[in-house]
């Protein structure tokens, strides 16, 4: 049984344009939220994270929305770049270790 | 400064034969981490050490699959007599002590034929 769901396995975007990327958990006694970005052949890089004291973290174009009732964490990215086209995963910290999410593969047509 | 190091990054095994495949990960960096990513899916978490103590391997699929770092620094995960289900991206991941903000390395492509 999924932990962690990202029900989009895929999204496109024109440049310039808003990205929002969705994801969903079940255990509400998670505390802390990440999002990696994965170009092909490379490991997964840590974006932005946030922890459950919190309902938003902003960095730049990216900001990450938790709604902690809903249990649903968002990135949204604004404005969408070229360079942003890769695979996204959400991830939730738990004893240690990180469970992931499918992930969801971002397009940002130009 | 040098990030997550793997290596090889890509093997091919007949079923059967043993593998070891090594990381290296971020000098200082105290926890390390192994995971395996079946493609099309996210990163699975299979083992988990501090400094050389092997604090969780919850998610180490069978007894085949052996994870080790002696000295505290790099690591080896070992699986024995491969399987075709064994075929997998296998992600290394470093951090500080009590740190989610893992960083990757680039990865082993593990193919079993």
């Known amino acids: 049984d999924q932990q962690v769901k990202q029900n989009s396995p895929s999204l496109s975007v024109q440049e310039g344009r808003i990205s929002i990327l969705n994801c969903d958990y079940t255990?509400?006694?998670?505390?802390?939220f990440l999002w990696y970005k994965k170009y092909p052949a490379e490991g997964p890089t840590f974006l932005i994270s946030i922890s459950s004291i919190k309902d938003k973290n902003e960095d730049g174009r990216f900001t990450v929305f938790l709604n902690k009732s809903a249990k649903h964490l968002s990135l949204h990215i604004v404005p969408s770049q070229p360079g942003d086209s890769a695979v996204y995963f959400c991830?939730?910290?738990?004893?240690?270790?990180?469970?992931f999410g499918q992930g969801t593969t971002l397009q940002v047509k130009p | 400064g040098a990030g997550v190091s793997q290596s090889p990054r890509y093997k091919v095994a007949k079923r059967g034969q043993d593998v070891a495949l090594r990381c290296d990960p971020i000098s200082g960096h105290v926890s390390l981490f192994w995971y395996q990513q079946a493609l099309g899916q996210g990163p699975e978490f299979l083992t988990y050490?501090?400094?050389?103590?092997?604090?969780?391997k919850s998610g180490l699929p069978s007894d085949r699959f052996f994870a080790e770092r002696p000295e505290g620094s790099v690591s080896t995960l070992k699986i024995q007599r491969t399987q075709q289900e064994d075929s997998a991206v296998y992600l290394c991941?470093?951090?500080?002590?009590?740190?989610?903000?893992?960083?990757f390395g680039p990865g082993t492509r593990l193919t079993v034929t």
């Open positions: 991830a939730v910290g738990n004893t240690g270790k990180l469970i």
């Open positions: 050490f501090q400094n050389e103590a092997q604090l969780d």
């Open positions: 991941a470093s951090s500080l002590v009590d740190d989610y903000e893992q960083y």
């Open positions: 255990n509400s006694m998670f505390d802390y």
